[in-house]
């Protein structure tokens, strides 16, 4: 990731992580015709995140289990980085 992009990517990994989003979603809302901003094809080149068609939806964007244990050690859960601030 490119120090530009590693922040959007880690957003995006951490907003479909929360909840799967429909496809049409997530492609408003991440994919740009800049090709210095590649945050969505980034996230899917990098496997950490994919489409998956599940029954009685249409196609949903989740956090693969790669994005989500980058999220662990790049954006840990609030409670547990003041856990490892303690003596």
């Known amino acids: 990731m490119t120090a530009s992009t590693e922040p959007l990517i880690l957003d995006l990994v ?3 992580a929360a909840a799967p989003r429909p496809y049409e979603e997530v492609i408003e809302a991440w994919r ?3 090709p210095r901003l590649t945050v969505w094809e980034d996230a899917v ?3 950490l995140v994919a489409c998956e068609r599940r ?3 249409d196609l ?3 956090a ?3 994005g989500r244990a980058l999220l662990r050690t790049r954006r ?3 409670g547990a ?3 490892q601030a303690r003596p």
């Open 14 to 16: 951490e907003w479909v």
């Open 32 to 34: 740009t015709s800049c």
């Open 45 to 47: 080149d990098r496997g």
């Open 55 to 57: 029954a009685g939806s």
């Open 60 to 62: 949903v964007v989740v």
């Open 64 to 66: 693969t289990s790669r």
């Open 76 to 78: 840990p859960p609030a």
């Open 81 to 83: 980085a003041a856990a």
